[in-house]
């Protein structure tokens, strides 16, 4: 009987909890146990607590939800627009070929991530990607440098390649994407950074679940005349008249230009694709896991009241029984 | 015997059909195409292009860019084009006017060039409709 008073007296004073009940969920590391074994095998169960985490994780569930619908709106916005630039980068591509195994001097990687988080493992695999080429590349006379766009890939590359970064450049998304601040970009990067081949690393948004890594290439124009010359690929470059200017080399030149710009456009949009994607379905999986959560919480909640019910109900019983007979 | 003709820009396709004839102007003059021509790569400068559909010619303003033709196939890439039917006579009269403000009260080389831009961009929408006529 008393131990019963005790315990509803324990309920009523749900705030000040008693010390023994808050060291038991301390101690415990993920799931918090709720039953205490008391000096006489008594049990104080602590609904509050219960009650506390299935609000949080109630809360989760919410803000998860809304953060996917929001990843499922901005999605639908950019890929119309990435699919209109995919025709732009293609005729590049036939005309002067993209050659990946082109062996250069000097190559750039190009990093392309996002800016925030919680949008699943593609900054991680484009990270991946480029530190793999930057393996393959390095050598005697080889050398391999970082341009990284995107917080996410900055964080990762600055810890053990600070050296070989040349240029950061973040807050891409601020401004909806268009091609005259590409545009610029590309300018930027190509004035700074002397290159013979430009190695642009990004996801390709291949449908909403799946996101491929990609690399393009873009060469320079003396590497161009170089693989031109050598046949195979390249071969049929000679065999075009070039005009509209001074020399052949200018025109291949600011070609070269262009094509970067170009495949940057496509290469941010489908990055931008793919985040979003990738964020809908992490915030998807984890609305799915905090109801699941929820569900289990629920029905050890109602075991530990019932429980409790019970044993009250039997300690009455019991006593009563006891003072009759 | 057509040429296929393809206009991409950054952001859309303007146009994809099949022509007769079309003529292009670049950095270094107006060069006219017809089908089963060399193949050639060249840049265009900021002007016109006149299209030939069966007897008909259509003008597309082109802002820059470049042109590839290989085997009766011509892909024109620019950063922007419009056609002559799409052009708004007042509001291209009204561009004009301002991007030629622009110019006279530009200081310092960098607006200088932009406003050169803008005004070359203007003229060139502006002969778009006038050729048509």
């Known amino acids: 009987m008393a131990m019963a008073a005790l315990r509803r007296e324990g309920r009523r004073l749900a705030p000040l909890i008693s010390p023994r009940t808050i060291t038991a969920v301390r101690s415990s590391p993920l799931y918090p146990t709720l039953e205490d074994e008391g000096p006489l095998g008594v049990r104080h169960i602590s609904t509050q607590v219960v009650r506390n985490r299935m609000k949080s994780v109630k809360n989760i569930q919410k803000i998860t939800k809304a953060m996917k619908m929001?990843?499922?709106?901005?999605l639908?916005?950019?890929q119309t627009k990435t699919e209109n630039s995919r025709g732009l980068w293609q005729p590049f591509t036939a005309l002067l070929g993209d050659l990946p195994s082109a062996d250069v001097k000097k190559n750039v990687v190009v990093t392309i991530s996002s800016d925030k988080g919680l949008c699943g493992g593609i900054n991680s695999t484009s990270v991946k990607i480029s530190k793999g080429l930057h393996k393959l590349n390095s050598g005697p006379e080889k050398e391999t440098k970082y341009v990284i766009l995107g917080e996410k890939a900055k964080a990762q590359l600055v810890r053990d390649s600070k050296k070989d970064i040349e240029l950061i450049i973040t807050e891409l998304q601020k401004n909806p994407l268009n091609y005259t601040q590409v545009s610029v970009l590309a300018d930027e990067i190509l004035k700074n950074v002397e290159y013979d081949a430009l190695r642009i690393v990004f996801n390709k948004?291949?449908?909403?679940?799946s996101f491929v890594p990609t690399v393009s290439t873009v060469l320079s124009t003396e590497i161009v005349e170089r693989e031109a010359e050598s046949g195979g690929k390249l071969g049929d470059l000679d065999s075009y008249e070039v005009e509209g200017g001074e020399t052949k080399g200018e025109i291949l030149q600011n070609l070269a230009e262009f094509q970067f710009s170009?495949?940057?456009?496509?290469?941010?949009?489908?990055?931008?694709?793919s985040e979003q994607g990738a964020r809908m379905s992490a915030m998807d999986s984890s609305s799915r896991n905090a109801g699941d959560m929820l569900d289990r919480l629920t029905l050890t909640y109602n075991r530990t009241r019932q429980a409790s019910i019970t044993t009250e109900l039997i300690e009455i019983i019991s006593g009563a029984s006891a003072l009759e007979g | 015997m057509t040429l296929n003709l393809c206009?991409?820009?950054?952001n859309r396709i303007v146009l994809d059909s099949e022509v007769k004839e079309i003529i292009l102007?670049?950095?270094?003059?107006?060069?006219g195409v017809l089908p089963n021509h060399a193949p050639i790569a060249t840049a265009i400068d900021t002007g016109i292009l006149r299209i030939r559909l069966n007897d008909q010619w259509l003008t597309i303003a082109l802002m820059g860019g470049f042109a590839r033709m290989d085997n009766n196939e011509i892909t024109i890439l620019v950063?922007?084009?419009e056609k002559g039917s799409d052009i708004d006579p007042q509001e291209v009269q009204q561009a004009l006017e301002i991007a030629e403000a622009n110019l006279r009260k530009a200081e310092g080389k960098i607006q200088i060039i932009e406003a050169n831009l803008a005004?070359?961009?203007?003229?060139?929408?502006?002969?778009?409709i006038n050729t048509i006529s």
Do not use: H
């Not at chain 1, 940057?264 to 931008?272: D, H, I, S």
């Open chain 1, 70 to 74: 929001v990843a499922a709106s901005k």
């Open chain 1, 76 to 78: 639908r916005a950019i």
């Open chain 1, 205 to 209: 948004f291949q449908s909403v679940v």
């Open chain 1, 262 to 273: 170009c495949t940057m456009f496509n290469a941010v949009l489908e990055n931008a694709c």
């Open chain 2, 7 to 10: 206009i991409l820009t950054p």
């Open chain 2, 25 to 31: 102007s670049t950095n270094s003059g107006k060069i």
């Open chain 2, 79 to 81: 950063n922007d084009a």
């Open chain 2, 119 to 128: 005004l070359r961009q203007a003229r060139t929408r502006v002969e778009a």
